[in-house]
């Protein structure tokens, strides 16, 4: 049985005014990606990727409460999406290596292992 405010949750995310408010949400962040790297600021592209971070986690709750997806896939996809993430704002701030270098091992940890993983676990 649902509680009241699970149902709000649902109707507003399923509702008009939730899907625009999402859809803003994504074109604000595109667009300030975007002048960022017009503007080659790092410091604006740090800061709307962390946005991005919380657009995210809002969008993986709304998933999971509305589609209940959460199976072990997701869980091992989410933990090293998590785990390259932090790498990368702690790989950039706190060590010397080049831009290509972090980058480079935030899609190794973010997309290569996670791939590597789940083959080796459905070929088991």
């Not at 667009?31 to 919380?54: E, H, K, Q």
């Amino acid at each position: 049985m649902t509680s009241g405010a699970e149902e709000r949750t649902h109707t507003y995310f399923r509702s008009r005014f939730g899907a625009t408010a999402f859809g803003l949400a994504s074109l604000l962040v595109g667009i300030g990606l975007l002048y960022s790297l017009v503007t080659n600021s790092t410091d604006l592209f740090i800061g709307v990727l962390l946005a991005t971070l919380v657009f995210i986690a809002i969008s993986l709750y709304v998933v999971f409460r509305q589609d209940g997806v959460l199976t072990a896939e997701n869980g091992i996809i989410g933990v090293f999406v998590l785990v390259a993430l932090g790498l990368f704002f702690g790989l950039y701030e706190f060590t010397a290596l080049p831009s290509v270098v972090v980058i480079g091992v935030v899609i190794v940890v973010g997309v290569v292992i996670p791939n590597l993983v789940l083959k080796t676990v459905h070929e088991s």
